[in-house]
Structures are given as structure tokens and as C-alpha cells.
Nanobody, 129 residues
Framework: EVQLAESGGGLVQAGGSLRLSCAAS????????IGWFRQAPGKDREGVSC????????YYAHSVKGRFTISRDKDKNTVYLQMNSLKPEDTASYYC??????????????????????WGKGTLVTVSS
């Protein structure tokens, strides 16, 4: 069974940085795709970033491009989301998800949650102004 565990969330001031981690078990980073998604209170879940496990292709929502970086460590079975220059509008619960078959799906220029098979429980990021 695939299990995902996010960590690294917290409270940070605007302009600050955080690094989120998504540790995976029951899934190896040879195939498929791993994505980061977020959901702010009262808003729909939206795609933030996605990485194809095999070739490492990365995709970003326009709103985070240039500020966030997704990466993977195959030896640790962990995916990271480095978030720099954080803004109050980045405040949300952040979730990682896995598409066993991959690759990343992009809809309207944003990574899509369609096809994602497993989800973590999320980690809260709060950016104060």
C-alpha cells in the first residue's frame, strides 16, 4: 500500500522560505508522477507543481513559477518542494499525491489532480504579511 507523509509546514513571514517534504512508502520513484497541491480555506484544491519520476520533468503553476522548486531524492523516496519568496496568498494546506502510472497531467497550465491515485494528509503553510 502506498503511503505519503508530508512535513515541513509552518508559519513564516512574507518573503521567507520553507521546504516541504513528502516521504513515500510502497512506491518507488522509477515510474509515475508526484505532485504538490494546495487548498486554502473556502477555495478549491489547486495544482502547484509536479515531477515525473523517471525523467524528472517538472511542471509549475504560473503563480509559483520562479519561486518554488520541486525535486526528488530517489534514494530517500522523498519529494521536496522548496518554497521561496512566500506570499500571504500561498497560505494553504499542502498535499502531495502520487500517480502510479504517470506522467504529470497539466490542464490549463497547471498540474492537475486527475489521475492521482494516493494522497497524503497534508501540511499547513501559513504566510503572514
Amino acid at each position: 500500500e502506498v503511503q505519503l507523509a508530508e512535513s515541513g509546514g509552518g508559519l513564516v513571514q512574507a518573503g521567507g522560505s520553507l521546504r516541504l517534504s513528502c516521504a513515500a512508502s510502497g512506491f518507488t520513484f522509477d515510474d509515475g508522477a508526484i505532485g504538490w497541491f494546495r487548498q486554502a480555506p473556502g477555495k478549491d484544491r489547486e495544482g502547484v507543481s509536479c515531477i515525473n519520476s523517471g525523467y524528472g520533468n517538472t511542471y509549475y503553476a504560473h503563480s509559483v513559477k520562479g519561486r518554488f522548486t520541486i525535486s526528488r531524492d530517489k534514494d530517500k523516496n522523498t519529494v521536496y518542494l522548496q518554497m521561496n519568496s512566500l506570499k500571504p496568498e500561498d497560505t494553504a494546506s499542502y498535499y502531495c499525491a502520487v500517480d502510479i502510472d504517470g506522467p504529470c497531467t497539466v490542464v490549463g497550465g497547471r498540474p492537475s489532480y486527475y489521475g492521482m491515485d494516493y494522497w497524503g494528509k497534508g501540511t499547513l503553510v501559513t504566510v503572514s504579511s
